[in-house]
Nanobody
Framework: QVRLVESGGGLVQAGGSLRLSCAAS????????MGWFRQAPGKGREFVAA????????DYADSVKGRFTISRDNNKSTMYLQMSSLKPEDAAVYFC????????????????WGQGTQVTVSS
């Protein structure tokens, strides 16, 4: 089983940038497709982005397309989410996720969750 640990969250002004990282331990490397979800206070957890095992395919929620970029470095067993042009509505706890299929992650095909990292965007 893989263990996922997120980092890089924090406070940023609207329009700013932030990069989240997700370090995987255990069964790592290219074993899993990976992705990001987020949950704002009082709302459900929503899909943000996903990336295939070797990084050749990606999937984004419409709300972040063109502003966020997902990537991974299997040599470091780490996935990233580069967030730019941040908006107050991007504020949430961001969760790292792993699953067997990158294009099913957005449908809830998650096998492992991280503990989350808080992103706060000030207006």
């Amino acid at each position: 089983q893989v263990r996922l640990v997120e980092s890089g969250g924090g406070l940023v002004q609207a329009g700013g940038s932030l990069r989240l990282s997700c370090a995987a331990s255990g069964r790592t490397g290219s074993t899993y497709a990976m992705g990001w979800f987020r949950q704002a206070p009082g709302k459900g957890r929503e899909f943000v982005a996903a990336i295939s095992h070797y990084g050749s395919a990606t999937d984004y929620a419409d709300s972040v397309k063109g502003r966020f970029t997902i990537s991974r470095d299997n040599n470091k067993s780490t996935m990233y989410l580069q967030m730019s042009s941040l908006k107050p509505e991007d504020a949430a706890v961001y969760f790292c996720a792993a699953g067997s299929s990158w294009n099913r992650l957005r449908l809830g095909g998650v096998d492992v969750w991280g503990q989350g990292t808080q992103v706060t965007v000030s207006s």
